[in-house]
């Protein structure tokens, strides 16, 4: 999956965020007042009215120029994004499925997908189908949009103390303790890793592992450590103190930038509902192969702070999903329950079961939860704009 | 593997598909058939054994009954679309709302229904767990004869090519038509069922209508020259479909058939080094023409008297001879197996084999006879290595409005 996009924008009024559609089950539809056809070309934005009744709207954007273009709906103010389709190539047609009060709105295609686009005003009149944004809605997606900003914040916040110390102890040569601390670090990182891979420049400095790099690349962060912690028997040169330090260190700012950055970030639904899918996806191709901790082997650690962080991102939407598909909403409490029943199991005094130590049955299982519980979280996202 | 007798009858069986009659090399003309997902019977069975094959066997990872029948109504919902060339689902692979995944994985996308069948089937795990618990309220139904097979010598089982609580069998013409429709229905489980083996077969070593010509298998011999075929309705209602009266407790299994799988490992390299003499008298056919040393043409009845030089020209422990219907209370299969390649194992030799697949009415008399009779006489054996085993029963045909089993789970 993409990243989810942590340079958000501005946050979109979430109950008219759009969803784009590829085709209309009804097709042509000349007589539908809601139904607004662009053409977006190199240097043009026509639009085939200026004007509809509040409702549904659905603008069919047809790219005739020869760059990408995008087609926005923006507020009254010309910043407010109402609803967005991007990435429209030259001779394709994408739909944006918008639900617009009454009120000014602008439109813009921005061939190119730079600057302030082609602009012109467009106006929503009353109607009677208009969309009933009722208050409490709002305040559910505001809620949501508060709590995960402030679980996002406070885990960066854990990271940092416990990085600190970890360092710290690795630097001292206090070789147990730091073994001991390190899954308990990570548990922060892992929780919302999605977030944090969306700083592509901090990521690979942080979190690659040996079988990451590229030829000639340093390897530095977490898993440089690992090795250094949990040493391979023959073949490797331990670092010395000074490396050591430096490693250390370096982690250890990178944590900070990391830190100072998530501060500044805000979030829509739709990103807090595509983390929820991105953290699973990180757990299905790197904690339930055992490919994360190759050396520690605390895979489990990082297996449970994804699940965590996803099942937080989707707490924060499921009075939404409930209201509009309660049978989505069911299903995913169920099978996070029996996911987490699964890692229950393998829970220990000091934490988990080492994944070395797993059986290819205990494995098969937690792999067969981690599908169960992926596929119907690929239809999140969508349940949450509908 | 050479086999039952030819009894060559007439009559058109179950299959829609319009076709002339034998000839030779006349597959290209069928990519575009379609066969009926419904029926009497399921499809996949007496139709005219297709070239690919993706055969997929499934642990139940729910213990809800409601779920279990919720999957075998979509999948069979699936499995009517498409066998008719559309979509898994309804949205398509390109149709959909572009921030949901598709509802169908899109590599079938401009291919012809490619005379695809999807045949399902229930093992005996389905019934009742290790400790002989009721899983789903079915127990009471399980067949008599849907037992886990007994360990036949020569049988190096891995339990990871082995069993399962249901099966599908995906045919076609095209390999990845047979993929894209295991792919979605294996899709469609995601938390009610996971995968526990999967197998692709490559070459049809059956043929199942008179209307196909002989293919080889990887021995290089003709294989299923002797096949029960869709136009012998006799001997097919005998042999292959489970009656009425056959078994009390499963009533339910009637018109459908038992569904056995081995995936049969062939020491290729060794048998590549055998004289032709000798692979000739192993097999107790003819490698051009697969006629019975006995001599004639390859639809011959082989004759098992007739003397040669020391014993008998057809070999004593020739395969023909030991799984033939006279040695076994005239028992015949319906085999549909497929040739397969697996890569190569790590000394370099090929993994391959024959996936062997055949239905019959009763494993206990149409199926472990026989191969416990190979299993200990059978010159081949020395070239054999069997890894995977299943046996599963296949329910009869789903009608309109129907699911997939549904007489075993209501009325």
Redesign the interface.
Known sequence: MRKTVAAALLVAAPLLAACTENTRADGEDTGDTRAVSVTSTDDGCELSAVEAPAGTLTFDVKNDGSQVTEFYLLGEDGLRIVGEVENIGPQLSRELVVNAPAGSYVTACKPGMKGDGIRADFTVSESDDAPSASADDQGVVDQALANYQAYVQDQSDQLVAKTEEFVQLYKDGDDDAARALYPEARVHWERIETVAESFGDLDPMMDAREADLEEGQEWTGWHRIEKDLWPPATGYQALTPAERAEYADDLMANTETLDGRVQELTYTVDQIANGSRGLLEEVATGKVTGEEEIWSHTDLWDFQANVDGARVAYEGVQPIVEAKDPELAATLTERFAALQALLDEQKTDTGFVFYDDLSQDEIQALSNAVNALSEPLSRLTAAVLS | MGGTAAAAGLAAGAFVAGRATASEGDAPARRTDAFSFRGEHQAGITTPAQDRLHFAAFDV?TGSRAQLIALLQAWTEAADRMTRGLPAGEGGP????????PDDTGEAIGLPASGLTITFGFGPSLFRDEQGRDRFGIADRQPAALRTLPHFPADMLDPERSYGDLCVQACADDPQVAVHAIRNLA?IG???V?VRWSQLGFGRTSTTSTSQSTPRNLFGFKDGTANVKAEEPAAVEKHVWVGAEDDAKAAWLAGGSYLVTRRINMHIETWDRQPLGDQEGFVGRTKASGAPLSGGQEHSEPDFEMPGSEGPVIPVDAHVRVVHPDFHQGARMLRRGYNFVDGSNPLGGLDAGLFFIAFVRDPDTHFIPIQNAMAKSDALMEYLKVTGSALFAAPPGAAAGEYVGQALFEA
């Open positions: 990872t390109t149709e959909g709302a572009s921030n949901l995944p899709r995601f938390g009610t996971a």
